[in-house]
């Protein structure tokens, strides 16, 4: 086992960095692209590099990590994830530490090598009985650099300060993208671009009841119901709460009165394999809306997702959750198709 441990100037040396690391470059961009027209992107190509890594214990923990980021921001659609392999044989090729892809010119020249337009790449590393997690985020076009810090105990489950991590990497992500692409481009995800497109709409309300399961442990809360919600109500719709002996009421009577599409379905994950340590699981997710007061259906949509992390509970709920983000945007979609404009929009 491993018992390297960083010293606390060190980490105080590092967490100083992040916000001097915040700077623009000297030489901006953007300024030319100011007086440019405004060009909307659906999602930005990110790629995630091996975090260096001193952490007592697992020495291919470096690794693991960025596999699991990749898949945990897979979820997003505004994020287009570089293949693993090819961010690899990139570094290989240019003999290029990591702590050098925060360099202008080095993260321009990775970028263009794999297409990519943000890079994240970080450090994990332990403090007396503490484990921090640190991510670099670099604009490959703007070199402005962001960074965010997840910190735990060594002895317990890593998967929660990876969760951290991830939260508020994708939180960050969402905020920095303005600063870290030119000016004259902006993201927009498929969610925004829904809730515009529905501005001025008569939308119905809706009621989510998706069972979910896990073959081999039982699954702790509804990871594809509850990421379904969320989309939903993003998307600008009024989202109510209802359980089975409600749906079994609405089945009997469709004329109560409370909601105007039911949105029903089973979700189902398993255990795939375990390779290098990370746990793979596959989720399969089958859903249906009907309209309540006809028993019309709306649409019938079906997806698999797979999706690794340390823990197979965690792997088998992101695979469901990436798999409800899929459905419930395909969903809307075909809701927004039979919606009406209201008379104030029009005019």
């Known amino acids: 086992m491993m018992s390297l441990r960083v010293s606390r100037t060190a980490i105080v040396a590092t967490l100083m960095a992040l916000p001097a ?42 690794r693991q990590l960025a596999d699991i980021l990749t898949a945990r921001l897979s979820v997003y659609d505004q994020f287009t994830l570089v293949e693993r392999k ?4 990139a570094i290989a090729e240019l003999q290029l530490s990591l702590s050098g892809l925060a360099e202008a010119g080095r993260s321009t020249q990775v970028g263009r090598m794999i297409g990519a337009r943000i890079l994240v790449f970080g450090r994990a590393f332990a403090v007396d009985r503490d484990l921090y997690l640190v991510a670099k985020v670099v604009g490959t076009e703007t070199s402005q650099v962001k960074g965010v810090i997840a910190k735990g105990k060594l002895e317990s489950d890593l998967s929660p300060i990876v969760d951290q991590l991830v939260e508020k990497l994708v939180e960050g992500l969402g905020q920095w993208v303005p600063q870290l692409l030119p000016r ?11 809730r515009l497109e ?18 081999r442990t039982r699954s702790p809360d509804p990871a594809a119901a509850t990421e379904i919600k969320k989309v939903f109500k ?10 089975k002996d409600t749906l079994e009421k609405w089945t009997k009577n469709v004329t109560l009165a409370g909601c105007d599409i039911v949105v029903t379905g089973e979700g189902v994950s398993d255990f795939a394999a375990r390779i290098g340590g990370l746990v793979s699981c596959v989720g399969r997710l089958e859903l249906q809306a009907t309209r309540r007061d006809s028993g019309r ?19 088998a709920k992101t695979a469901l959750q990436s798999a409800g ?23």
């Open 234 to 243: 993003e998307a600008g719709f009024e989202v109510l709460e209802a359980d």
């Open 198 to 215: 529905l501005a001025g709409r008569t939308l119905p309300t809706v009621a989510v009841i998706v069972s979910e399961s896990h073959m």
């Open 184 to 194: 004259n481009e902006k993201l927009e995800t498929s969610i925004e671009a829904l």
């Open 325 to 347: 983000h899929e459905l419930a945007v395909a969903l809307i979609r075909e809701i927004a198709a039979e919606t009406t404009t209201t008379p104030e929009a029009k005019q």
């Open 297 to 315: 259906i709306v649409a019938v949509k079906r997806t698999t997702r797979r999706a690794v992390d340390l823990s197979e509970t965690i792997a």
């Open 86 to 89: 090819h961010v690899n044989e």
């Open 21 to 62: 690391l915040t700077a623009p470059a000297a030489t901006d961009p953007n300024d030319a692209a100011t007086a440019q027209t405004v060009q909307t992107l659906a999602s930005v190509p990110v790629a995630i590099f091996n975090f260096e890594s001193t952490a007592p214990g697992n020495p291919e923990f470096g």
